[in-house]
């Protein structure tokens, strides 16, 4: 399994982006996807999952309100609308899958968002 995220950059306070992960593979479909993110300095930290099959999702409650996770398993694709961003949501950010097992882990290699004026 490869996971390619991809979709950040530089954006103003209040500005939205989308982040976008393909996994390459067998059967995503079996997979919960979550994107975590990494402040300079700090832990990763989980920011929103979605199950395998979609439809239902959670969030961290820095983010509640404002972004957004959704899958495409057609595409073997998984999403982050993410909208009035502030700058304290800089950070690279991650795409993580996760087997329905739980047996196994994979993480794309990171992408950069920073919200500056």
């Known amino acids: 399994v490869q996971l390619v995220e991809s979709g950040g950059g530089l954006v103003q306070p209040g500005g939205s982006l989308r982040l976008s992960c393909a996994f390459s593979?067998?059967?995503?479909?079996?997979?919960?996807m979550s994107w975590y993110r990494q402040a300079p300095g700090k832990e990763r930290t989980l920011v929103a999952g979605?199950?395998?099959?979609?439809?239902?999702?959670n969030y961290a409650d820095s983010v509640k309100g404002r972004f957004t996770i959704s899958r495409d398993n057609a595409k073997k694709s998984v999403y982050l609308q993410m909208n009035s961003l502030k700058s304290e949501d800089t950070a690279v950010y991650y795409c993580k899958a996760t087997s329905d097992s739980g047996l196994w882990d994979y993480w794309g290699q990171g992408t950069q968002v920073t919200v500056s004026a």
């Open positions: 593979g067998f059967t995503f479909s079996r997979y919960r």
């Open positions: 979605i199950i395998s099959a979609g439809g239902i999702t």
